[in-house]
């Protein structure tokens, strides 16, 4: 698979604000994880995040939940589209305690983002790191060889449906630091 390679995720003020408060808000009614989807666009080696929308919460697993988030997500970009805002989806994004958050479909989301959108990162946000003074956010990208495994193992399924199939996920991980002045917030996440 051929991917452009992201060397830094810049994620705009205005995105940590938004997946602060929607954790917070969120939090306080259920410890269940909240999520949403992020916006933006690349620039040379840089995905910049500018802007983000939550996505409603699904009470039950069955297939018309689903669609009807889906239809959400397609209206809220239009919306974002006609308002001149940036628009193209570049991830998502997940909020809970510890990594409670970080299971097996989170990462299979992540591989169906990938497989559509090279660039495509999930940003996680943990908001016990706040307690402690820090910020708590990680950009999560599957690393080229994991979605080749992965590729893989899909086309031998296909064949064979009833193979088991493990596999370790490596991640490239982008860690936090500040970019700019505190005025104009801007965080970017540089490959470590």
């Known amino acids: 698979m051929d991917t452009q390679r992201i060397k830094r995720v810049q994620v705009d003020g205005l995105v940590l604000t938004k997946i602060i408060t929607h954790s917070q808000e969120e939090t306080l009614l259920s410890s269940d994880s909240v999520s949403g989807v992020l916006l933006g666009l690349t620039v040379g080696d840089t ?5 983000c929308f939550p996505l409603p919460k ?3 697993d069955d297939q ?3 669609e009807a988030v ?3 997500e397609f209206d809220m970009i239009r919306n974002m589209r ?3 805002s940036d628009y193209l989806s570049v991830g998502f994004y997940q909020s809970g305690y510890g990594s409670s958050f970080l299971s097996r479909s989170t990462l299979e989301s992540l591989f169906q983002y990938q497989m559509q959108i ?3 990162v999930l940003l996680t946000y943990d908001p016990s790191c706040a307690t402690r003074g820090q910020l708590g956010m990680k950009a999560f990208h599957l690393s080229e060889q994991i979605l080749n495994a992965m590729l893989d193992t899909e086309m031998r399924l296909r064949l064979n449906p009833n193979l088991k199939v493990r596999h370790n996920f490596e991640f490239i991980i982008f860690v936090f630091g500040r970019e700019s002045s505190l005025l104009i917030p801007s965080y970017g996440l540089a490959v470590t």
């Open 58 to 60: 699904l009470t039950d």
């Open 47 to 51: 995905l910049e995040i500018t802007n």
């Open 70 to 72: 889906s239809a959400y």
């Open 82 to 84: 006609q308002l001149n």
């Open 64 to 66: 018309s939940s689903g």
């Open 118 to 120: 090279s660039e495509a």
